[in-house]
């Protein structure tokens, strides 16, 4: 029997890359909407088909506590909220107008 190997189908992405995308999407709304802050909810809706989906919430989710972690974002977290504001960190906004400026 032939060796086969679990290899993703050129239309899949690994889940790798679809937080890479999904942390990119979430980073890239934040800014677009700065200096207006922005709350995690207000994310999902934006970003979701449906703010039902699960997976999508929690992916969204996920990506602004590690953009948080990275020094990207920052969550407003005022009286222990369940829904946080989120703004952009200085770096993210230089860092964001440095590639930007790449691209022209």
Known sequence: MRDQRSCPE???LTT???DRRTRHSVLSAVIDLYPAPVTVSE???QLTRTAEDFG???A????VVDLAGFGLLHRHDFRKRPDAFVTPTQAALCAYELLS???D
């Not at 969204?60 to 990506?63: G, K, L, R, S, T």
């Open 43 to 45: 994310l999902i809706r």
């Open 101 to 103: 400026e790449e691209e």
């Open 60 to 63: 969204i989710e996920q990506a």
């Open 10 to 12: 050129p239309d899949q």
């Open 16 to 18: 790798a890359e679809e």
């Open 56 to 58: 999508e919430r929690d």
